[in-house]
């Protein structure tokens, strides 16, 4: 019987945590010394939707090696983070252990999570490359829409898909839909961090896809921001930095949108 597309994903997960951490993307060293690991545009978007963080209870959704999540927890956070790679948690435990922080590591599928998660949280935390793993997209709002306390905030992070479609710009080609048509196999060289040989299997969600996943989980939709630029490059298909250091993808004079924030509410 062939591997579920869920198996193929977790062994690519596993694989991609084996070799994460030793990188340049991956700084350990740097976060065991104490640096931040999240961008202005996480900080921000953590800031408008609760403040700050001390005393908070945190759930870093797929929180692969845990970088942000000991983030959070050095600014005095009570952080959960939940992933399905057993090899990325248990280097997120020992980087902890190692960054003298506490946090509780849950080995779950984020579409199902367990009851015990449920309504504990102030923050659900998910910022770069999450939704495109997810299969079904409603399943995944409702399931972390349901770990949050009445007046608790999702943050969304995540890359444009209108960039996500763009397989290079000299010349132009797609290599992506924009919206949701099924999986999508891929044979990878590389995990966006290191030189890695792996299968994968990704899905497109639009816009609207996601916007209407989250209303109907519940949530009430506080903001929603396209941005033109970013502080990394999250596609690696042409997007360049400008003299701020901060990329773009651009079709001739025209940014096209690198990634967005949704920041949704529970109703208290």
């Known amino acids: 019987m062939p591997p579920s597309d869920r198996d193929i994903n977790l ?4 694989a991609w945590a084996n070799v994460h951490g030793q990188d340049s993307y991956y700084d ?3 976060l065991i010394a104490g640096r931040d690991s999240l961008t202005d545009l996480e ?6 939707a609760v403040g700050e963080v001390a005393g908070r209870d945190v759930l870093h959704v797929q929180c692969h090696l845990a970088f942000d999540g000991i983030t959070l ?6 952080v ?3 992933d399905f790679s057993p090899t990325a948690l248990a280097k997120a435990r020992d980087l902890a252990g190692l960054c ?4 509780d590591l849950v080995e779950a599928d984020v579409t199902d999570l367990p009851a015990g998660l449920r309504e504990r949280f102030d923050l659900a935390y998910a910022t770069i490359g999450i939704l495109t793993w997810i299969a079904d997209i409603d399943a995944w709002m409702r399931s972390v829409a349901g770990t949050l306390r009445p007046g608790g905030s999702l943050l969304l992070i995540d890359g444009h898909p209108l960039s996500g479609m763009v397989g290079g710009t000299d010349p132009l080609t797609f290599q992506f839909p924009y919206a949701d048509d099924g999986p999508h196999r891929f044979e990878s060289s590389w995990s966006y961090a290191v030189e890695v040989s792996t299968t994968n299997v990704q899905y497109a969600h ?3 896809e996601v916007v209407t996943a989250a209303a109907g989980a519940g949530l009430r939709i506080r903001k929603l921001v396209e941005h033109l630029d970013s502080p990394l490059d999250a596609n690696g298909n042409g997007a360049r930095p400008g003299d701020d250091g901060r990329f ?5 004079d025209y940014p096209v949108p690198l990634l967005y924030t949704l920041i949704a509410d529970r109703p208290a």
Not at 11 to 14: E, G, K, P, T
Not at 100 to 103: A, D, E, G, P, Y
């Open 11 to 14: 062994a690519n997960w596993n």
């Open 28 to 30: 350990s060293a740097s």
């Open 43 to 48: 900080w921000a978007g953590v800031t408008e």
């Open 73 to 78: 927890a050095r600014r005095g956070a009570r």
């Open 80 to 82: 959960t983070g939940v």
């Open 100 to 103: 003298k922080v506490h946090l």
């Open 206 to 208: 639009s816009l609207g």
């Open 248 to 252: 773009q993808l651009r079709f001739g």
